[in-house]
């Protein structure tokens, strides 16, 4: 069965600093791999994905995720961090299994908060 | 650009009643599912359209139930409900096919009293 495990519940960094959020998967076959945001009392919104191609995949907002096959990862990241980036953070992987109807899987979230 | 629709934004019910959730997708979007998402939780898979058939089934109770309509959008009927219902329910919708990516709404605020 595909999942997914973001390790970390809270993520703190200095506005300006890089950030990065991890996201490692498990899945039979090759992963389609996204990350969403949430905002409070918001829905989730698109980030980015991986399919195939580059390993470095560019998103919305300046967010850039790694795809790591080795590792089994695809990291969240962002050069310089801006208080407006402090949300919940999705990683999610697309169910490939008998039905592959696309429903995704997430992991249990990480919680970004950039400080001032 | 248009986006997902979900409404209510926010329901209250009490203890036994029934609820319904609508959802109208991105148009010419031919995928919806739904998501019910728990205080503190992250999302969890309970139905999914294509082509107005249901194509796959999560953890969904039996009390609750799904349609897509004609014009595409869905209905999420919920009845006798629990106070362990109270969650934040998600619709998105996506083409089939690649990109892949599901586009979601701002969710229905359910609360059970």
């Known amino acids: 069965a595909q999942s997914v495990a973001q390790p970390e519940d809270q993520v703190n960094v200095a506005e300006g600093n890089p950030l990065t959020v991890k996201c490692t998967y498990s899945v039979s076959g090759n992963p389609y791999l996204f990350w969403y945001v949430q905002y409070p009392n918001r829905g989730l919104q698109f980030l980015l994905k991986y399919i195939t191609g580059d390993n470095l995949v560019k998103g919305s907002y300046g967010f850039e995720a790694e795809f790591n096959k080795s590792q089994t990862s695809f990291h969240l990241k962002k050069p310089s961090a801006l208080v407006s980036d402090s949300a919940l953070y999705f990683c999610?992987?697309?169910?490939?299994?008998?039905?592959?109807?696309?429903?995704?899987?997430f992991g249990q979230g990480t919680t970004l908060q950039v400080k001032p | 650009a248009a986006g997902v629709i979900q409404s209510p934004r926010h329901l209250m019910k009490e203890k036994r009643e029934t609820a319904t959730l609508k959802c109208y997708p991105i148009?010419?979007?031919?995928?919806v599912y739904w998501y019910q998402q728990g205080p503190g939780q992250d999302p969890q898979f309970l139905i999914s359209?294509?082509?107005?058939?249901?194509?796959d089934k999560g953890s969904i109770p039996d009390r609750f139930s799904a349609q897509q309509f004609s014009d595409y959008h869905s209905e999420l009927n919920m009845s006798s409900l629990e106070l362990g219902d109270s969650a934040l329910y998600f619709c998105?919708?996506?083409?089939?096919?690649?990109?892949?990516?599901?586009?979601f709404g701002p969710g229905t605020r359910l609360t059970v009293t």
């Open positions: 998105a919708s996506s083409l089939s096919g690649a990109p892949y990516e599901q586009y």
């Open positions: 359209f294509y082509e107005k058939m249901q194509s």
């Open positions: 148009p010419r979007h031919d995928t």
């Open positions: 999610a992987v697309r169910d490939i299994g008998s039905s592959n109807t696309g429903k995704l899987i």
